[in-house]
């Protein structure tokens, strides 16, 4: 299964990350795959041939869509 983080703040975006990992970890599941973004463009450009399962998305992206947008677009791409 694949996880994906989408947020424009490297650090943020990576703190996230880190903490999905560690919770995967904990839980001794090796079934996901986390995978992460820094704008919504490359996002949704991945969504199309390989839709993730679980989306954390920034609502507020820097002069860009934002994460609302992104996940109406990600519904329109994968309804499920």
């Known amino acids: 299964m694949k996880i994906a983080v989408m947020d424009d ?3 943020e975006r990576e ?3 880190q ?3 560690h919770y995967l970890y904990m839980k001794h599941d ?3 795959r986390v ?3 820094g704008d919504a463009q490359s996002f949704l450009l991945d969504m ?3 839709p993730a399962h679980i989306a954390f998305l920034d ?3 820097d ?3 934002g994460g609302i947008r992104a996940a109406n677009r990600l519904q329109q791409i994968a309804p499920d």
């Open 9 to 11: 703040e490297p650090a």
């Open 15 to 17: 703190r996230l990350v």
């Open 48 to 50: 199309q041939t390989s």
């Open 35 to 37: 995978v992460s973004f």
């Open 30 to 32: 090796d079934l996901y």
């Open 59 to 61: 609502i507020y992206l």
């Open 63 to 65: 002069g860009e869509e």
């Open 19 to 21: 903490m999905i990992e």
